[in-house]
């Protein structure tokens, strides 16, 4: 690089968890300084967006159950991430190992006719299963024949999609929804119990702070998270230490996936009840999570953070709908930009700049 | 239905659907080939379709609709270039975003735009007298638009500027050793940012023809996924540029060949094939044995510091 | 020197070129001013041609067009010139090592070198390959050029230079005229004390065989035959030296021996056991050591701490383990007796590895690999890249090791550092057994000739 004189870089050997934080903060606040343009460019005062934002998010219970409401599947996938992450394996797919949780549960609420509680419990079961194996595909054709994992994570998605557009308007489509692409309602028993009046599905949320913690300890306590690790900063070294890269991978992705599913999972059995259009089951929680996660700097307890301050911005995207009348897509704008900004930082992490004194 | 009338169809659909992927194409092996992975291809061609359809739906110039969808692609993927390029941030992870940015701003930007007709698209031809050659007349000469002749012009040109010339010593030498070609005086940084922006021009254009010649139309989230196909197509063309266009084709008439399992298979499924296919695809790459001669750039994806090997 | 060469740019001080202050601030300014490099680590791009290599970067006036007839007129006769011959139209990967640097001296003429900057230049050189590369030299001075030669061998000093500059800690110590001066009192100015040239070696005292090779073949990375029918033993208290020029299967060699490569030929024994094609976990549990080549690349993970790359291989036993759980309490006690004992520089047991010099690498690398007193130790170019005091101490280690009665396969390219340390030396040439000979009398022509494919007679 070449740099002007009077600046000054240096290696940072290991930047501190402190300078971690504030650099990633400062990187959100430009980001959402850039942001501001598009409120001005609309004629509405930054300031007043980011407030009724925030306003919209946290100022009521109701805001606060759609934040929460939102974490609960960032949580679960953005745990899942960093798992992944660490190991080195880019998994795309959340979105997809999401859809394929929730066709399970669904699979399981509609058609097992398992009794009460035992229902609730399979529909978990299945939708971790069905993530995981959703996850293990890429995992398999990456460990065994080197393919792309972003490529053939993000192809699936798709895929998962389309099945599930399928089976709601084919085989699953229910008899009392006529017009609709709808699965039919499932039974009580299949429906998770909620805080008070809101929208808070909380075993889900549970399962979240469960998995954040046991993933934590998993990831810096034991020989699995180790040989994660390993194989993540160095895959040769890996294989110099007789650590196997095709099970961690498949370990990996097996938690991963599986967390996914457990999203989609919550998702169907505790906001919609039912199987529905993909794009109403997850709203790019997936692709959103990989922010999460990075932010969390495959941190799996900082993701419950992370993913809290993500569901605030999801949230406020219903504000920025309603009330501002803006398109919603403008918080796909705020996502990649706070990317941007956050991976552009990395370089103020690695390196220090300083003003050259003579 | 004739067999003959059934594969001229097929052919016809196939050139016309693998025109935007081969030209997205040819523009990621550009940028892989000089060492730079752009996962924002998806975001770079929403763009160019957003902003090519402006442009041809507000002036009446599909042609310069084509060309600003260009110019737009390649600003955008400026940006790809400054924060993996310059900053040295991950790959990966800056293409993701790039994508993100890019579906978002045209979800924002689009949103008026939905739904209106282009009565002004680049118009589909028939070139006199080679149409009339049989079964070929038909599926090269006739109903295609020039986009198509000029995509397949560029293949070999592209090609030869990789291969013979010392701007294609240059890309190549940068993406499998840049401290090598540093140490030589070649410049990294520049010939990246070139073949990344070249890159974000090609995709650009790719996403521009989708709106205003091969469905002359924008909808929000238009590109459907073919930014990632792209990539796939990548590797499979081995990051050259004749095997994207046979890659291209092929997966275009894939695409149209699975269309006429309709009888038996549901809507719904038929359209989760591309991307099946793409993966297929590399799976059957996976199997070649030539993978340790013909494989990636060296440097792909790994960004270059003087000094640090 | 990469100053010189316009990759780093001075603090301080100036450049001067035929008595006039120049400034190199970049590779494509050195060019200008006719000074050339040939690197240690050769620069050239393994997938293109040997012309394209040449005119990488160049600007010869066609524009960006290429003229291939006359890049390969030109190559030809500089070729003939000095004695440099080598097929322009072949891919730089297809090419053998002594070859590749052939074309790296080659490029340099080719853009009108003056001044060539040579980066130990003889370390991947048979001694005849030597000999030729100096005659080249030799011709390249007489023809009025400045080369200057860095190395630290210090007889290749004595042999080709005219005049001598000592640089330590990145000073000039003493520029002397190499006829006014001798070995002794170079390696003196170079380590700033007196330095015994050879190492205080205990007599061998050979033991039990520990390792039996046994028409062992193998392939290398591209799936050629890189191992074809190796067979040697090693026994307890010895160091076997592995000599040959670099890539002649040496790095198969190793990785076959760890478990890391697959034999397709021929068996491996252990102490009676039969371990070939056993996984790198059960070859190091049946106490095989591995100093890997690639310190940095494979033999630590560079972003983890000195403490966990101390127990990168034995974290599965306990007592780093229990169970699927960690023992921090083990790996701490474990990381803080390993740096005292060999003397690791680091603020703490938390420091990254990647953070380390070189030398203080390689101590987390022994610390680990002799821990648990291994039986056989497979060392690869333990003191590569080291500086002199790290290099002394890496030999000390293994000779204490070799003391205790392990076995140990020592793979040099550096044949001072074989002659010095082995007991026997091994030759290997194109994955062939060349011959095996005692070091305590071994002449160094004698393993020259081998190492260049002169099969020794069978005894």
């Known amino acids: ?358 | 239905m004739g067999w003959e009338t059934w594969i001229i169809a097929t052919l016809s659909r196939t050139l016309a659907y693998g025109t935007p992927l081969l030209i997205a194409t040819l523009g990621e092996i550009f940028a892989e080939r000089a060492g730079v992975l752009n996962l924002g291809v998806e975001g770079m061609m929403i763009m160019g379709a957003y902003s090519g359809f402006v442009i041809a739906y507000t002036t009446g110039h599909p042609w310069l609709g084509i060309l600003v969808a260009g110019v737009v692609g390649a600003v955008f993927s400026i940006i790809h270039a400054f924060v993996s390029v310059t900053l040295k941030a991950n790959q990966v992870v800056s293409g993701l975003a790039l994508t993100m940015l890019g579906l978002g701003l045209a979800g924002v930007l689009g949103r008026g735009w939905e739904g209106l007709p282009l009565f002004t698209p680049i118009h589909k031809m028939t070139v006199p007298v080679l149409s009339s050659i049989p079964v070929l007349g038909p599926i090269l000469f006739k109903g295609q638009n020039l986009v198509v002749y000029l995509t397949m012009l560029l293949v070999p040109v592209l090609w030869y500027v990789l291969f013979r010339t010392r701007i294609g010593i240059s890309i190549r030498a940068v993406g499998e050793s840049p401290a090598t070609a540093d140490s030589l005086g070649v410049n990294v940084t520049r010939i990246r940012y070139l073949c990344v922006i070249f890159g974000g021009f090609l995709a650009g254009v790719a996403g521009g023809y989708l709106s205003v010649a091969y469905r002359p139309s924008w909808t929000q989230g238009m590109t459907g996924g073919m930014g990632w196909i792209v990539i796939a197509l990548t590797i499979f063309a081995f990051w050259n540029p004749i095997y994207g266009l046979l890659g291209s084709y092929l997966f275009a008439a894939l695409y149209h060949l699975s269309f006429r399992l309709q009888a038996w298979v549901s809507p719904e499924l038929l359209k989760a094939m591309p991307y099946l296919f793409a993966i297929l695809v590399l799976i059957f790459v996976a199997q070649g044995t030539l993978k340790k001669k013909m494989g990636a750039p060296a440097a792909l994806s790994v960004p270059y510091t003087r000094g640090e090997e | 020197m990469r100053i010189l060469y316009g990759l780093y740019q001075p603090d301080e001080g100036e450049i001067l070129l035929n008595g006039k202050p120049i400034r190199i601030s970049s590779p494509r300014a050195a060019l200008t001013y006719h000074i050339g490099m040939v690197h240690q680590h050769f620069r050239l791009v393994p997938t293109l041609s040997v012309a394209e290599n040449m005119v990488l970067g160049l600007d010869e006036g066609t524009g960006p067009f290429l003229n291939y007839r006359q890049t390969h007129k030109k190559i030809s006769q500089i070729a003939e010139k000095y004695g440099l011959v080598v097929d322009p139209q072949a891919k730089v990967w297809q090419l053998t090592v002594g070859q590749q640097q052939r074309v790296e001296i080659l490029k340099a003429l080719y853009r009108q070198a003056d001044v060539l900057i040579m980066d130990e230049p003889t370390s991947v050189l048979t001694p005849q390959e030597v000999d030729q590369l100096f005659a080249t030299l030799r011709t390249l001075v007489d023809d009025g050029l400045t080369i200057i030669f860095i190395t630290h061998k210090l007889d290749e000093v004595m042999e080709i230079s005219d005049r001598v500059t000592v640089l330590r800690k990145g000073k000039a110590i003493a520029t002397v005229n190499t006829a006014d001066t001798n070995k002794a009192e170079l390696a003196k100015l170079m380590v700033g004390r007196e330095v015994v040239f050879r190492l205080e070696k205990n007599p061998v005292k050979r033991g039990e065989k520990i390792l039996a090779v046994d028409d062992l073949q193998a392939l290398n990375d591209r799936g050629l035959p890189a191992l074809r029918g190796v067979s040697f033993e090693v026994y307890e208290g010895e160091i076997l030296g592995v000599a040959g020029v670099s890539g002649n299967g040496q790095r198969e060699l190793a990785e076959v021996l760890t478990g890391l490569r697959r034999a397709t030929g021929g068996h491996v024994t252990l102490e009676g056991k039969d371990v070939t094609n056993r996984s790198a976990r059960e070859i190091a549990d049946a106490g095989v050591a591995h100093v890997p080549t690639e310190r940095k690349t494979m033999g630590t993970v560079p972003s983890m701490t000195i403490r966990e790359n101390l127990i990168l291989k034995s974290y599965r036993q306990p007592p780093f383990s229990h169970g699927m759980f960690l023992d921090n309490k083990a790996a701490e006690e474990n990381a803080r007796a390993a740096m005292k004992e060999y003397a690791i520089l680091a603020p703490n047991i938390d420091t990254a590895v990647k953070v380390l010099s070189g030398g203080n690498i390689q101590r987390v690398v022994l610390a680990r690999e002799l821990s648990g007193d291994p039986r056989l130790i497979i060392a690869a170019h333990p003191t590569y890249g080291l500086d002199v005091g790290a290099t002394e101490q890496v030999r000390q280690i293994l000779l204490a090791q070799r003391d205790r009665g392990a076995g140990i396969v020592l793979i040099s390219e550096d044949l001072e550092e074989i002659m010095t340390m082995s007991d026997r030396i091994l030759v290997l040439f194109q994955g062939q057994v060349m011959g095996i000979i005692d070091a305590e009398g071994a002449q160094i022509e004698r393993i020259g000739l081998m190492m260049a494919g002169t099969e020794e007679e069978k005894k």
Not at chain 1, 83 to 104: D, P, Y
Not at chain 1, 288 to 299: E, P, Q, S, Y
Request: charged residues 10%; positive net charge; contains cysteine.
């Open chain 1, 1 to 358: 690089m070449t740099a002007p004189n009077w600046l000054k870089i240096e290696r940072r050997p290991v930047a501190s968890g402190r300078t971690v934080f504030i650099i990633s903060v400062l990187a959100i606040l430009a980001a959402l300084l850039v942001a501001a343009i598009f409120f001005a460019a609309y004629g509405i005062s930054p300031i007043y967006a980011y407030y009724l934002i925030l306003r919209g998010a946290l100022g009521n219970m109701h805001g606060f159950s759609e934040t929460i409401r939102r974490m609960i599947p960032l949580l679960l996938c953005g745990v899942g991430l960093t798992v992944a992450f660490r190991a080195l394996f880019w998994n795309i797919g959340a979105e997809g190992q999401i859809l394929m949780g929730a066709i399970a549960a669904s699979g399981v609420a509609l058609f097992s006719g398992l009794p009460g509680p035992l229902l609730l419990i399979a529909m978990f079961i299945a939708g971790f299963l069905a993530g995981a194996a959703w996850g293990l595909i890429p995992a398999a054709l990456k460990a065994k024949l080197g393919l792309n994992d972003v490529i053939t994570t993000l192809m699936l998605n798709y895929v998962a999609m389309y099945v599930v557009l399928w089976l709601v308007h084919g085989p699953w489509k229910g008899a009392s929804m006529r017009g609709y692409a709808y699965t039919d309602m499932f039974p009580n028993a299949a429906q998770l119990p909620m805080i008070g009046s809101t929208s808070i599905h909380w075993p889900t949320l549970m399962l979240g702070f469960i998995a954040a913690v046991v993933m934590y300890i998993l990831v810096n306590r034991t020989r699995s998270g180790f040989e994660i690790r390993v194989v993540g900063e160095n895959p040769e070294a890996s294989r110099f230490a007789g650590i196997s890269q095709f099970k961690t991978t498949m370990l990996v992705m097996f938690i991963s996936g599986g967390l996914a599913g457990f999203a989609g999972v919550g998702e169907v059995a505790g906001i919609y009840h039912r199987l529905l259009d993909p794009s109403q089951i997850s709203m790019g929680y997936g692709f959103t999570a990989i922010i999460v996660a990075w932010l969390a700097r495959k941190n799996p307890l900082a993701v419950i953070v992370t993913s809290f301050f993500f569901g605030i911005l999801m949230a406020g995207g219903d504000v920025i709908k309603i009330q501002l009348r803006l398109p919603f897509q403008l918080i796909n704008v705020f996502n990649g930009l706070i990317m941007f900004f956050l991976i552009g930082s990395e370089l103020l992490i690695r390196y220090k700049i300083s003003i050259r004194r003579r």
